[in-house]
């Protein structure tokens, strides 16, 4: 995970964005093949978003990221339901210390805070501004860009078990 970067992820970016529909239906297929526990997954917890729009950017999020840790790590190991059950308990107990510290109006550091994020600073920023209720033509509000940022954060906390 370390080794992704800026390049790397604008590579795949552009690689995803020159794909014809065919070719990108075929990358979902093959990661729903290599990855039949993680895409179901997915899928569930994107019925958790309103919106249509936010559904396929969050795929498209995952696409990209899941383009460049395969392409990086062709031989990774498949993610399983226990993984995944792992990954999601762990990101609920953290945002659920960080909710009771809020509470309790104790100051958060940046590193209590830094644990709720995508440990990779590059694949942090590209799904924050991907998914910045902020910007033009956004399909996101706050909550939904919330809910869809910690979709993904499990799936690359996933993905990051078996690299």
């Given amino acids: ?7 790397k992820l604008e590579k795949a970016i552009d690689y995803i964005e020159e794909l014809s529909d065919a070719k990108y239906e075929k990358l979902l297929d093959t990661f729903e093949k290599e990855q039949p526990e993680l895409y179901s997954f997915l899928n ?3 019925e958790d978003l ?12 995952m696409m990209i990221i899941y383009y460049v840790i395969s392409t990086e790590n062709p031989n990774m ?11 999601e308990t762990r990101q609920q107990e953290i945002l659920e210390e960080i909710n009771q510290i809020a509470r309790t109006s104790e100051l958060l550091d940046d590193e ?3 644990l709720a994020f995508i440990p990779n600073k590059y694949l942090h920023n590209f799904v924050t501004a991907t998914l910045d209720p ?3 033509d ?3 509000d706050e909550a939904s860009s919330d809910k869809a940022y910690h979709i ?12």
């Fill in 44 to 46: 569930e917890k994107l």
């Fill in 77 to 87: 190991f498949i993610v399983s339901n226990k993984i995944i059950d792992k990954c």
């Fill in 152 to 163: 993904v954060k499990v799936c690359v906390d996933c993905l990051a078990e078996v690299i």
């Fill in 112 to 114: 209590d805070l830094s």
């Fill in 1 to 7: 995970m370390a080794r992704i970067n800026d390049e």
């Fill in 134 to 136: 902020g910007e033009e």
């Fill in 50 to 61: 309103d919106d249509e729009d936010q559904r396929n950017d969050v795929i498209t999020i």
């Fill in 138 to 140: 956004s399909p996101f």
